[in-house]
């Protein structure tokens, strides 16, 4: 059993920052790569930021210079850090992870996590 636990969101000014955390925990033999998608009342979920078993990372053009993932292999973390937050950063922040435990590589997903970025 694989699960993913997002923690770190909540209500922010404008201008200000949130770092949000994933940890994976299970019968976890590998990690491939693990994202950060969020989806916004009546908007499609969108991908944010990723980052592969290499260390690469990609971010959504809205956020580039503004977050910045990282993780921690050991603990099976991945954390985003996200800076001078936008109301249109308000959204429902999900962890996702393509990972191989007892089977065949999938996508598993977190709850999700609110970040409510306002005045």
């Known amino acids: 059993q694989v699960q993913l636990v997002e923690s770190g969101g909540g209500l922010v000014q404008p201008g200000g920052s949130l770092r949000l955390s994933c940890a994976a925990s299970?019968?976890?033999?590998?990690?491939?790569?693990m994202g950060w998608y969020r989806q916004a009342p009546g908007k499609q979920r969108e991908l944010v930021a990723g980052i592969t078993s290499g260390g690469s990372t990609n971010y959504a053009d809205s956020v580039k210079g503004r977050f910045t993932m990282s993780r921690d292999n050991v603990e099976n973390t991945v954390y985003l850090t996200m800076n001078s937050l936008k109301p249109e950063d308000t959204a429902v922040y999900y962890c996702n992870a393509f990972l191989q435990a007892l089977g065949p590589v999938r996508s598993y997903w977190g709850q999700g996590t609110q970040v409510t970025v306002s005045s």
């Open positions: 299970g019968s976890i033999f590998s990690i491939v790569k």
